[in-house]
């Protein structure tokens, strides 16, 4: 089983067909990444998970930077996903703004690291202390770092900034009461 199988095989058992997002063959003709149009068409993004809800599909797009973008989806209310049409890489920035910071190379490692987000949660509880919130950030930096670890180490990263806001106590059970695994 190759690298991309292993993905597919383990998004799948994470997300049914129910609880993903698929783009359209009209939705999708905008991206013009081969890989990323097709794992968009093929295995699409899950609808909710611990740090990602969808955006509806639309094909529109939009300027991030000097990239053409579409969204993906958010984050929060105001913070959102985009995919890089042209290079397939996955954007994060606040929306309204033209920001623009490195998630991850690929949709497909995306949808790796929101698998592994949430196969690490529960995190902790938040009298848990520092020593088990470095202790899970240690967990989640070697396996996030693991999945993409170029995109990883860039200035801005969101992934590097997600484990370091789990590495001082922001996440929790008791603090994450939009998610229930």
């Not at 990239?67 to 290079?87: A, H, K, P």
């Not at 490692?109 to 899970?136: H, I, K, N, W």
């Not at 396996?143 to 806001?165: C, I, M, N, Q």
Request: contains cysteine; charged residues 25%.
């Amino acid at each position: 089983m190759n690298a991309d199988q292993f993905a597919a095989v383990a998004f799948l058992q994470r997300w049914d067909a129910e609880s993903v997002t698929r783009w359209s063959s009209h939705q999708e003709a905008v991206i013009r990444h081969k890989r990323a149009r097709a794992f968009l068409l093929q295995q699409g993004l899950p609808r909710r998970s611990l740090l990602f809800e969808a955006a509806e599909p639309t094909g529109r797009t939009q300027i991030r930077r000097g990239q053409v973008c579409v969204l993906l989806g958010s984050y929060d209310e105001g913070e959102q996903f985009f995919l890089d049409v042209e290079r397939g890489q996955v954007l994060f920035g606040a929306e309204g703004f033209d920001d623009a910071f490195p998630v991850n190379a690929t949709v497909e490692m995306f949808a790796q690291c929101l698998l592994v987000s949430e196969r690490v949660y529960p995190y902790y509880s938040a009298d848990a202390g520092p020593p088990a919130f470095l202790s899970v950030a240690r967990r989640l930096e070697a396996l996030l770092a693991a999945v993409d670890p170029a995109t990883y180490e860039l200035v801005g990263s969101f992934w590097k900034t997600f484990v370091h806001d789990v590495s001082v106590g922001d996440f929790a059970v008791e603090d994450v009461d939009w998610w229930s695994p």
